[in-house]
């Protein structure tokens, strides 16, 4: 069941079977560029099959917007996410500032969840089944300082571990490992990067001494690329630096065939450890080629919206969401980029009909 602030969504799954729970879920959303429109659109048909209330606060972050008035945008949504404390948001375009960069900077985030599950009816050359939660640092690694040339043939830069963050990294993975009941996998290159790698897995144990229950090991990310790639169920919660989740995450989407069909999860933290604002967003990007057609996927947002209930506590809805997304691929029911036919409200029909 939705209500939304007034943009341009549509229903088109019917009526609701289910009793409407009292207190409904509020959740910010961020509103981009190319297929956001029908992106949203998709989420919204599904939130009305639900048997809670969800309320939409629609924020304006298309580029003609944050173009004629940059910082009232961003306020504005920063306002709405303080507000509620989860948002989704859907592609950006990138022009004179990246509103990844600056939501997240604005938000805190400092925790990058991103699930990589195989796909089944999604063609892949691996044939193993990968289910992993990689939990990235989102700050500092590499990515903080570009770097300077020292004459013509050197270059340096500084490459940055902190405490905080890693810390808030190794919690979130050790709390989401004893949900799931497995164990956690810290990785870096700790025996070659001693000071910088040494206090994240220094940090990784610290956090694991708290949680006797949750099986940890160290794996040195060299050695653990090789091995996802032989064997992925050994890896279902792998906790590490920024820049070795970006590699990993993009490993594990070419080994379930597809970069595009997922979701990720930004999280900042509390003095207490715990989630202050988390946004949920699909990956891809905006699409221009196809915006406005009805046809792109947009299994990827309804996951991320099925990550957003699991976290708001609806864990059951979450999942029954996932499995509806995954089912229907599975049976071929699917958009074109994945080699089906169905159009985007095809395909979130057959969603719907499916939860
Ligand atoms: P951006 O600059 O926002 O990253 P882009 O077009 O350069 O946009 P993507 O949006 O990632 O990059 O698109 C890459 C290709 O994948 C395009 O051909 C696009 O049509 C396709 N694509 C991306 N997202 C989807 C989707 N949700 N459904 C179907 N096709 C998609």
């Known amino acids: 069941m939705v209500r939304d602030s007034g943009w341009n969504s549509k229903a088109g799954c019917g009526d609701t079977p289910f009793m409407a729970d009292p207190a409904p879920l509020r959740v910010a959303e961020f509103h981009g560029d190319g297929i956001s429109a029908e992106l949203s659109a998709a989420v919204h048909s599904v939130a009305e099959k639900l048997p809670i209330q969800v309320e939409f606060h629609a924020v304006d972050l298309t580029l003609e917007n944050r173009e004629s008035a940059p910082q009232k945008a961003y306020d504005t949504a920063m306002a709405a996410i303080e507000e509620h404390r989860i948002a989704l948001k ?78 808030e990294a190794a919690l979130f993975a050790f709390r989401l490992a004893e949900r799931l009941d497995c164990g956690v996998v810290s990785t870096s290159k700790y025996t070659i990067q001693r000071a910088t790698d040494g206090l994240f ?16 090991r160290s794996e040195l990310f060299d050695a653990l690329l090789y091995k996802a790639v032989l064997a992925p169920e050994d890896y279902r919660v792998v906790v590490l630096p920024n820049e070795y989740g970006d590699f990993l995450s993009d490993m594990a989407c070419g080994m379930v065939g597809s970069l595009g069909v997922g979701a990720s999860a930004s999280y900042s933290f509390d003095e207490a450890g715990e989630v202050r604002l988390a946004m949920f967003d699909p990956a891809g990007g905006t699409a221009p ?67």
């Open 90 to 167: 859907y592609p950006t375009v990138t022009a004179q500032e990246s509103p990844n960069k600056v939501l997240r900077e604005r938000c805190g985030f400092s925790v990058i969840h991103r699930p990589v599950a195989t796909l089944a009816g999604v063609p892949t050359r691996h044939s193993g089944k990968v289910d992993m939660h990689i939990i990235r640092v989102a700050v500092g690694g590499t990515y903080e300082d570009a770097g300077r040339r020292i004459g013509d043939d050197v270059a340096v830069s500084i490459r940055v571990i902190e405490r905080k963050p890693s810390q």
């Open 201 to 216: 897995e220094e940090i990784a144990s610290g956090v694991a001494s708290r949680f006797p229950g949750t099986p940890h």
């Open 289 to 355: 080629d196809i915006a406005g057609q009805g046809v792109c996927n947009p299994s990827a947002a309804l996951l991320a919206f099925s990550m957003l209930l699991t976290h708001t506590g609806h864990t059951e809805l979450g999942s029954r969401l996932d499995a509806a997304v995954r089912g229907a691929i599975a049976d071929g029911q699917s958009t074109r980029d994945l080699g089906g036919e169905l159009g985007t409200e095809a395909f979130t029909q057959a969603v719907c009909d499916r939860l």
